[in-house]
């Protein structure tokens, strides 16, 4: 086991999102990782956090408002020189080219799935692609 803990923002307007996310992540996504969180409920916050942290991982709602994780995903992509690996969470799978667009390293489908998000969480933070069954990379059906 590692002692070190990963830094993973969440991102959504909706607070009971943000803790569905919290806990289809949980403490410890594998038995090799934990992780602690910080949440953003603002499109102001999710850039502040991302100044001011050192973030391992994104998990950012594609489906929030009025700033969606696709375009914060988006304009991190552009901003930073060495952003943290992104994955954002969709309703739809007609969304999938627009988180190709945004460069995000995966997307999940609403509602998340447990294993499939700690599968993703845990290959990202490895610095693994995030293309696992059930993960649903930008390439692959969600």
């Known amino acids: 086991m590692t002692d070190r803990s990963h830094t993973v923002l969440l991102y959504s307007d909706d607070p009971?999102?943000?803790?569905?996310m919290r806990l289809a992540i949980g403490t410890r996504p594998a038995a090799d990782l934990a992780v602690?969180?910080?949440e953003a409920g603002t499109y102001a916050d999710c850039i502040r956090l991302t100044d001011t942290y050192e973030i391992d991982l994104m998990l950012l709602d594609g489906e929030a408002a009025p700033a969606g994780g696709l375009g914060i995903a988006r304009q991190i992509r552009d901003e930073f020189a060495a952003p943290p690996p992104i994955v954002v969470a969709i309703a739809r799978a007609?969304?999938?080219w627009l988180a190709a667009y945004a460069e995000v390293d995966a997307t999940l489908r609403l509602p998340l799935d447990p294993i499939a998000t700690g599968q993703t969480v845990a290959a990202l933070l490895r610095g693994q692609d995030a293309a696992l069954p059930g993960a649903g990379g930008p390439a692959l059906p969600a």
């Open 36 to 38: 602690e969180f910080v």
């Open 16 to 20: 009971q999102v943000r803790e569905r």
């Open 94 to 96: 007609a969304d999938k």
